[in-house]
C-alpha cells in the first residue's frame, strides 16, 4: 500500500495554487501535528502532509487534483477523534484534508430546533452562538467536546443528553463525491427545498447514514436536529457499592429508559472513570501494578462514590419532570434500595447547573492517569440491554485488563434496548510494557467481543480492518463477508480511482484490496 511521494509532491504543489502554500502543510513537523498524538507507532499512520481548503470551491480542486495523481487523502474535520486516532489516516502516506477553515453557521432554526453547520464548527462555536441567542436550544456534547459537530455526528458521537445519539439527529447533508460533485440527501435533493433538514421522509432511498463512518464521500454541509430549551431540569445520583452490583443497576434502569420515564441513555461509569477526572493515579497510589483494592476503597469513600456510578437528569416543565422523578425514584428505591435526594434547576438559575450540553475538556485529564505522554484508546461493544449479559461483559473485560496490567475503566450506557459498553484503556506511551501490552489487549477484547456476538460501533484506525472482519455473515471464499463485499462494490462506483479514506472502517477500494 505504498503512496508514490513524486505523484504526493505534484499534487501539493498543484493544490497549493488553489489554496495558497500557506495552507499545505508537509514539512516533519506538520507530518507530526496530524499523526495520532496517542499512537506507540506512529509511522505507521504518518500522512504525507496535509492540505487546508477553506471552501467547498477549493475543496473540489483538491478532490479532481487526487484523481489526477491517484493520491489518498483522509478528510478530518477538527482531527479530536482522540481515542481512535485523532486526525492520522489509516493508510501512511495519505494526504490529511483539513477541514476546520470551513466553519459556517448555515442557519439556526429556533422555532424548529435545527442547525446547520459546515464541518469545522466545533462545539465550543456553536456553544456561543447558542449563549448569544440566550440558549434557545441546547446541544447534546460529547464528554471531550473541543470537537467537531459534524464530525462527531458522523462517527456517531453520544451525549449524555436527551439527543445523545448525535449520528441519529442528522438530518440533510451536503456530500462531496469522490469525483468532486455535490449532492444533497433527503428533500434536499429538490432544488430550493423547504424540508431538507427538518423531515427525514423522503422520496426513494434515505442516504444520510451512508455517509456516517464510510468513505464514499466528504460532507461539507450537515444539518442536526437540537433540544428546545426545557422549563426546568431534575438531576439524581445513585452509587452501588460493589463491583458485582453492576446487573441489578443495568435492569433497574432499561425498563425505565424504555418506557420514556428516562429520557436519555443513562450511564452505569466504574470509579476509576472518575478518579481519573480528578487526579492521576499517584494522588492515591505511587506503586507499581494494578491498583489495590483497599486504595481503589479508599478512593471511594475520599471522592463519596460507589464501584460504579450513574447519574439521571429529566427535562421539561417542572411538573411534568417532578412526577416523572416520583415514578423512577419508586421504581429504582424497590430495586436498588435508594432513593437520593434531586436538584431542581429552574430557567434563570445558573446555567452551569442546568445539565445542558456544556462543551468541556474535563475528560481528557484521564489520559494523565499513569503520567508520562498519557492516551487511551476506546473499546466500545453493542450488547443487549440485560443486567446478566453486562455483567459477565464487565468480568470478562476486567479480567482481560488486569492481565495486561492495566486499571479497569469501564462505563455502561444504558439505552431502551441495548448497552454501549464504553472502556477507556489508560496508558503512559513510554511505558514500554504497557506498549506492548494495549495493542495485543485491544485485539483480545474484540475477539470476545466477537465470540458473543457484540461488534464495536467505532474503533481506532489501528483496528478497522480488524472489526470489519468480524462482519463475517455471508462470507466467501475469500473471507469477506457479505457487508464486506457491498461496501466495496460501493466504494469502486463511488470512487473508482481510490483516493478517498482508503482504509476506513476497512473499507478498500479495488486498487488496494489485492
Given at each position: 500500500?505504498?503512496?508514490?511521494?513524486?505523484?504526493?509532491?505534484?499534487?501539493?504543489?498543484?493544490v497549493?495554487?488553489v489554496?495558497?502554500?500557506d495552507?499545505?502543510h508537509?514539512?516533519?513537523?506538520?507530518?507530526?501535528?496530524?499523526?495520532d498524538?496517542?499512537?506507540?507507532?506512529?509511522?505507521?499512520h504518518?500522512?504525507?502532509g496535509?492540505?487546508?481548503?477553506?471552501?467547498?470551491?477549493e475543496?473540489?480542486?483538491?478532490?479532481?487534483?487526487?484523481?489526477?495523481?491517484?493520491?489518498?487523502?483522509?478528510?478530518?474535520?477538527?482531527?479530536?477523534n482522540?481515542?481512535?486516532?485523532?486526525a492520522?489516516?489509516?493508510?501512511?502516506?495519505?494526504?490529511?484534508v483539513?477541514?476546520?477553515?470551513?466553519?459556517?453557521?448555515?442557519?439556526?432554526?429556533?422555532k424548529?430546533?435545527?442547525?446547520?453547520?459546515?464541518?469545522g464548527?466545533?462545539?465550543?462555536?456553536l456553544?456561543?452562538e447558542?449563549?448569544?441567542?440566550?440558549?434557545?436550544?441546547?446541544?447534546?456534547?460529547?464528554?471531550?467536546?473541543?470537537?467537531?459537530?459534524?464530525?462527531?455526528?458522523?462517527e456517531?458521537g453520544?451525549g449524555?443528553q436527551?439527543y445523545?445519539?448525535?449520528?441519529?439527529?442528522?438530518?440533510?447533508?451536503?456530500?462531496m463525491?469522490?469525483?468532486?460533485?455535490?449532492?444533497?440527501?433527503?428533500?434536499?435533493?429538490m432544488?430550493?427545498?423547504a424540508?431538507?433538514?427538518?423531515s427525514?421522509?423522503t422520496?426513494?432511498?434515505?442516504?444520510?447514514q451512508?455517509?456516517?463512518?464510510?468513505?464514499?464521500?466528504?460532507?461539507?454541509?450537515?444539518?442536526?436536529?437540537?433540544?428546545?430549551?426545557?422549563?426546568?431540569?431534575?438531576?439524581?445520583?445513585?452509587?452501588?457499592?460493589?463491583?458485582?452490583?453492576?446487573?441489578?443497576?443495568v435492569?433497574?434502569?432499561?425498563?425505565l429508559?424504555?418506557?420514556?420515564?428516562?429520557?436519555?441513555?443513562?450511564?452505569?461509569?466504574s470509579?476509576?472513570?472518575?478518579?481519573?477526572?480528578?487526579?492521576?493515579?499517584?494522588?492515591?497510589?505511587?506503586?507499581?501494578?494494578?491498583l489495590?483494592?483497599?486504595?481503589?476503597a479508599?478512593?471511594?469513600?475520599?471522592l463519596?462514590?460507589g464501584?460504579?456510578?450513574?447519574?439521571l437528569?429529566?427535562?421539561?416543565?417542572e411538573?411534568?419532570?417532578?412526577?416523572?422523578?416520583?415514578v423512577?425514584?419508586?421504581?429504582l428505591?424497590?430495586?436498588?434500595g435508594?432513593?437520593?435526594e434531586?436538584?431542581?434547576w429552574?430557567?434563570?438559575?445558573?446555567?452551569?447547573?442546568?445539565h445542558?450540553?456544556?462543551?468541556?475538556t474535563?475528560?481528557?485529564?484521564?489520559?494523565?492517569?499513569?503520567?508520562?505522554?498519557?492516551?487511551?484508546?476506546?473499546?466500545?461493544p453493542?450488547?443487549p440491554?440485560?443486567?446478566?449479559?453486562?455483567?459477565?461483559?464487565f468480568?470478562s473485560?476486567r479480567?482481560?485488563?488486569?492481565?495486561?496490567?492495566?486499571?479497569?475503566?469501564?462505563?455502561?450506557?444504558?439505552?431502551?434496548?441495548?448497552i454501549?459498553?464504553?472502556n477507556?484503556?489508560?496508558?503512559?506511551?513510554?511505558n514500554a510494557?504497557m506498549?506492548?501490552?494495549?495493542?495485543q489487549l485491544m485485539?483480545t477484547?474484540i475477539?470476545?467481543?466477537?465470540?458473543?456476538?457484540?461488534?464495536?460501533y467505532?474503533?481506532?484506525i489501528?483496528?478497522?480492518?480488524?472489526?470489519?472482519?468480524?462482519?463475517?455473515?455471508?462470507?466467501?471464499?475469500?473471507?469477506v463477508?457479505?457487508?464486506?463485499?457491498?461496501?466495496?462494490?460501493?466504494?469502486?462506483?463511488?470512487?473508482?480511482?481510490?483516493?478517498?479514506a482508503?482504509?476506513?472502517?476497512?473499507?478498500?477500494?479495488?486498487?488496494?484490496?489485492?
Amino acid at each position: 500500500m505504498n503512496v508514490n511521494r513524486h505523484e504526493v509532491a505534484a499534487f501539493l504543489k498543484t493544490v497549493a495554487q488553489v489554496t495558497g502554500s500557506d495552507r499545505v502543510h508537509a514539512g516533519e513537523e506538520d507530518r507530526q501535528a496530524y499523526s495520532d498524538q496517542m499512537g506507540f507507532d506512529l509511522a505507521r499512520h504518518e500522512p504525507s502532509g496535509a492540505v487546508a481548503p477553506r471552501s467547498v470551491e477549493e475543496l473540489r480542486e483538491v478532490v479532481l487534483a487526487a484523481n489526477v495523481h491517484k493520491v489518498p487523502l483522509w478528510p478530518i474535520s477538527r482531527g479530536k477523534n482522540f481515542g481512535y486516532g485523532g486526525a492520522a489516516p489509516v493508510q501512511a502516506g495519505a494526504v490529511v484534508v483539513d477541514l476546520s477553515g470551513l466553519r459556517r453557521i448555515h442557519e439556526i432554526d429556533e422555532k424548529r430546533g435545527v442547525c446547520v453547520v459546515e464541518p469545522g464548527v466545533g462545539f465550543y462555536d456553536l456553544y456561543d452562538e447558542l449563549t448569544r441567542r440566550g440558549h434557545p436550544l441546547w446541544l447534546s456534547v460529547p464528554g471531550n467536546a473541543w470537537g467537531s459537530v459534524a464530525g462527531n455526528a458522523l462517527e456517531r458521537g453520544k451525549g449524555p443528553q436527551p439527543y445523545g445519539d448525535h449520528g441519529a439527529q442528522i438530518c440533510g447533508l451536503e456530500v462531496m463525491l469522490p469525483d468532486g460533485s455535490l449532492v444533497r440527501t433527503g428533500t434536499g435533493a429538490m432544488e430550493g427545498s423547504a424540508t431538507w433538514h427538518l423531515s427525514r421522509d423522503t422520496y426513494g432511498p434515505a442516504w444520510d447514514q451512508m455517509f456516517c463512518q464510510s468513505n464514499f464521500g466528504i460532507v461539507t454541509r450537515l444539518g442536526l436536529w437540537l433540544m428546545p430549551a426545557p422549563e426546568a431540569t431534575l438531576s439524581v445520583d445513585y452509587a452501588l457499592p460493589d463491583a458485582s452490583d453492576l446487573a441489578r443497576g443495568v435492569d433497574a434502569l432499561y425498563p425505565l429508559r424504555q418506557r420514556g420515564l428516562i429520557d436519555h441513555d443513562p450511564a452505569w461509569v466504574s470509579y476509576v472513570g472518575i478518579a481519573s477526572f480528578v487526579g492521576p493515579r499517584a494522588q492515591w497510589y505511587e506503586g507499581e501494578g494494578l491498583l489495590p483494592e483497599d486504595v481503589g476503597a479508599s478512593i471511594r469513600s475520599q471522592l463519596g462514590i460507589g464501584w460504579w456510578n450513574s447519574q439521571l437528569n429529566f427535562y421539561g416543565p417542572e411538573k411534568v419532570i417532578r412526577a416523572k422523578f416520583e415514578v423512577v425514584a419508586e421504581a429504582l428505591a424497590a430495586q436498588l434500595g435508594q432513593r437520593p435526594e434531586p436538584r431542581l434547576w429552574r430557567q434563570g438559575d445558573d446555567f452551569g447547573a442546568s445539565h445542558a450540553g456544556i462543551p468541556s475538556t474535563r475528560d481528557m485529564a484521564m489520559i494523565d492517569w499513569y503520567g508520562g505522554r498519557g492516551g487511551h484508546l476506546g473499546f466500545s461493544p453493542i450488547l443487549p440491554a440485560d443486567g446478566a449479559r453486562a455483567q459477565a461483559q464487565f468480568e470478562s473485560t476486567r479480567a482481560r485488563f488486569e492481565a495486561a496490567g492495566i486499571d479497569y475503566y469501564g462505563a455502561f450506557s444504558v439505552g431502551a434496548r441495548a448497552i454501549i459498553n464504553i472502556n477507556e484503556i489508560l496508558y503512559d506511551r513510554d511505558n514500554a510494557q504497557m506498549a506492548r501490552a494495549v495493542p495485543q489487549l485491544m485485539d483480545t477484547l474484540i475477539a470476545d467481543a466477537a465470540k458473543e456476538g457484540y461488534g464495536e460501533y467505532r474503533t481506532h484506525i489501528d483496528a478497522m480492518d480488524t472489526v470489519a472482519a468480524t462482519q463475517n455473515y455471508g462470507v466467501d471464499a475469500s473471507g469477506v463477508g457479505a457487508m464486506g463485499r457491498l461496501n466495496g462494490v460501493l466504494k469502486d462506483a463511488l470512487d473508482p480511482h481510490g483516493i478517498l479514506a482508503p482504509g476506513k472502517q476497512g473499507i478498500w477500494p479495488a486498487r488496494y484490496r489485492s
